[in-house]
């Protein structure tokens, strides 16, 4: 007959839930779970990994940069050391899903540093906090306070904090000391309900917390980074590109970024999260579509604004680049290339194609008449040249014979196209 401990197997630590409110994208970050965990077995933090958790890794102490400056990568991230602590909560737990709090659903689709990818300090939103505690729920940190492409709570539309309101220190970004939710410093709450500056979340971070909430949809058996492929293949074909270096011109991307994404060479061929984020919002595509759902596209090209680079809100930029095209092409005076305007303007000339066809044919239409212009003023010139020389000649009693004619103005001759001369001659010396 089975026991209870066969019926219900029992786990080393303590079964604890992650949690996970429902809204795809506010559950719990591994780094919470193990301060929470830890709490669940009556100590803090900090001797949690120093005594039990390091050594089960056979990782002997834990330094305090644990919990200043790489804890976020070592928790929540997908490098090694956030696989072996991942692997053993697993393991320990029961909870087979913990994987799932950090990043490592994204292991195949990033870039293997993981650069860029967590804020240097914790982030949090002190009205979330302040409203679980008021609601008598658990006090928790989800997986997207730490991610740096996400700057302000999706909830309350307000910028997360990083000091503490009472002592104004910055806070670890795995706790220490004390449960989630107060300062290690001075021990106080971290929430409050103060007023704070309200900003609406930028198409960035939507599609930040787009990308987040997909985390289902990653399957074992997943390259993302091959999936990712195909996703911009398809976008290529709507934008009617031929190759990633035209994506790249099209949309102002820096150079090779987007080929590299292409390329099988072992080094530097994932996209960091916010090169990848900047890509979506320039081609207006979710990354879940661009991944998991690729007959969902429906492309656009954009300037994409680049990290780094002085910020247009796309619709300004277009609007200014418009305003400079047309005035360039309105008070042409000289023959000017779509290419020269494109460096002028700091845009590709496919940009300026694609999305201004028809400056960009009064551009081509005027460059016409100019050449035109300058053919005909150009032939007028010659003709009054080989006419003054004739009648100079024939006033010194010489017949200006073509051969004599080509003599006198065989300096000029380099000027002339292929028997433009002769052509000239004869009509010349046909009215005199
Ligand atoms: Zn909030
Ligand atoms: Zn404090």
New binding site residues.
Partial sequence: MMNAFEVQPRSILFGLQPIDNGDDYMFESAGSYIVRLSYAHQVAPHHFIRNFLNPALGQCGVSNDLFISYGFSAMNGYRAKAEGYLNALAVFTGQQNIKLLSMSPWVTLLDSMGKGLFHSSKRW?P??LF?WRSAGETLYEPLIWSLKSLEC?P??Q?EYEEHCNHCGKEQYMVQRVLPVGYCPECGSFLGHAFKMKARILTQKELYLLNLVASRNNVKEFHNLHYLLREGIRVVMAQLCVSSTKKLENLLSFSQATISQWFSDSKRGTRPTLSTLLNFCVAVNVSPADLLFNHSSIKAEANVANLDGRRTFVNADKKDWVENRFRAIVENQKEIISVNQVADELKVGDSYLRYHFPDISAMLVSKNNQLRAQKKKANIKRKTQLIENTCRTLLRNGVFPSHNYVRGVLQDELNSFGFGEFTTIWNEVIKRL
């Fill in positions: 939103c009205k979330c409203e709570c909830l309350h307000c």
